[in-house]
């Protein structure tokens, strides 16, 4: 257990509905990331937050996402109008950038299936 | 940001050294490596980093040519439990490649 926690572990939706996804950080991180993979691939990056500044957007991650981070703290990940084709695991991090280093911390997960 | 190159997989006999290249000819003075895995359905681990010297850990060490280039994950003593991806990642914006496929043998 790395102290990030993902909720929920599994999604089975139909295309076309709208899901939410949250994670809850190590507390004292300043860094939240969000990941998707899919089979036999790393994670991609989608997006970051300093804090609750979202500092940069993947091109991967289209109109119909959209994450927040209110406060600084967790963060939640929505998709709408799911397709298909964002069937992956969704991956959560963070991190506390100090000095130059920045090692991050994985949740768990959340696996997506859109049917 | 610098970008990585990894082997896609590599063997190893259990109990013997496990030796992980990554070549990052890109890298900036700054920028430090930082290796992670992941097992099966997992989220993946951080294992260690680096910036300049060899470091270790009780996971791993790592080894960082003079020049900065390439550098190695070594784990001593490979068990069943080390069979995982590995990924070699430089800088701080974390993008992952395919990473190495470690398999451990008995």
């Given at each position: 257990d ?32 969000w ?21 940069e ?58 049917l | ?53 060899n ?9 960082i ?6 550098s ?35």
């Amino acid at each position: 257990d790395t102290g990030v926690s993902q909720d929920p572990r599994h999604k089975i939706t139909k295309r076309g509905q709208n899901v939410t996804f949250r994670c809850d950080p190590i507390s004292e991180h300043n860094r939240l990331y969000w990941y998707r993979q899919t089979l036999g691939q790393g994670p991609e990056f989608l997006t970051y937050f300093q804090n609750e500044a979202q500092l940069e957007k993947s091109r991967l991650l289209s109109d119909r996402f959209s994450a927040e981070r209110p406060k600084g703290s967790f963060s939640t990940l929505e998709i709408q109008r799911t397709e298909q084709g964002d069937s992956a695991m969704y991956l959560c991090a963070s991190s506390l950038v100090a000095g130059g280093r920045n090692e991050q911390f994985f949740g768990p997960g959340t696996r997506l299936t859109v049917l | 940001d610098a970008k990585t190159t990894q082997p896609p997989s590599m063997d190893c006999a259990e109990g013997r050294a496990a030796n992980l290249p990554c070549n990052h000819s890109t890298i900036s003075g700054n920028e430090y490596v930082y290796w992670y895995r992941q097992i099966h359905s997992q989220g993946p681990q951080y294992i260690i980093h680096g910036l300049k010297n060899n470091e270790t850990n009780e996971m791993a060490s790592l080894i960082i040519t003079e020049d900065r280039k390439s550098s190695t994950l070594i784990l001593p003593h490979a068990t069943l439990r080390d069979t995982a991806v590995y990924y070699c990642i430089v800088g701080n914006d974390m993008r992952f490649g395919a990473g190495t496929r470690l398999t451990v043998k008995p």
